[in-house]
């Protein structure tokens, strides 16, 4: 069997008694960081078999992980924090598993992305996981523009480092949106400035340190489409959502973004057809041109 187990994103008292558990009962524990885990083991007294998981290695693990799997070892999976598949090595030897028919049980527990949403004050009915931001502005540009219709929240990751680049570009996008940087959840320093990007900016300490989680939320007159489809209120609000998806479609085109790609990516997130979304991003790029 193998058990995927959530550990604590900073507290190291918030692990659940199924997880400590399992952790002092299995054969192994393939771990992020052997270093890490060690210490959470060794405050609640736990003595177990680690091994190394992680992004660089995780081929060569499998190799070791799987026969032990298939004799009917039990090996638990953990990352440094949180849930392990989400931004964190594990998801290769779940699908493996799957595909062989080994069992494979979660052991729910700490997970920034709910602490961060819960914390944050943003609506979040509907919301999207992005994993972290991407490093390039045109990226994040890109990726922003996708969900501008979607009435959809965003939550993300984000390094202290690129933190003010990521908040200048939003703020230029969705200058009226509020947002959440959660930083440090659950630790002794746990910090959560809110506001829209230019007044999360200014607030800001001079050098920003930790883990950070970033909420932003979802346009505030996107949140009944796609709900009414096929009713007389349905073909009103889906005018609105073509309109605009023709106006994403056009600064995607704007971007450099393929007509295919970026008529994907708008039926992806605003419940259109991709035939649909592909007529409006040819539509969109005359209007493109147009402009100039």
Known sequence: MLYICATPI????????????????VD???????RHTRILLDRHGISARLMSFHDHNEEQRLEALLPL????????????????G??????????ACAAEGIPVTVLPGPSSLSTALVASGVPADRFAFVGFLPRAKTKLI??????????????????PRRLRASLRAIGARWPDRRLAVCRELTKLHEEIIRGTAAE????????????????????????TRGRAAGSALGAAALSDVEKRARRALAELLELGVGTKRAAAII????????????ELALEAKPARKADH
Do not use: W
Not at 70 to 77: F, I, N, Q, T
């Open 200 to 223: 999360v900016l200014e607030r800001l300490a001079d050098r920003v340190r930790g883990e950070i989680v970033l909420v932003m939320e979802a346009d505030a007159g996107a949140d």
């Open 267 to 278: 039926a992806e997130v605003s419940g259109l057809s991709a035939r649909r979304a592909y």
């Open 28 to 34: 192994l524990v393939a771990c992020e960081d052997t």
């Open 69 to 84: 799997l298939r004799e009917g070892k039990d090996v638990a999976l953990v990352s440094d924090a949180g849930m392990p």
């Open 10 to 25: 900073g507290n190291l008292r918030d692990v659940t008694l199924r997880v400590l558990d399992v952790l002092g009962q």
């Open 86 to 95: 989400l931004s964190d090595p594990g998801f290769s030897l779940v699908r």
């Open 142 to 159: 890109e990726q922003l523009a996708a969900f501008d219709a979607t009435g959809t929240a965003l939550v993300a990751f984000e390094s």
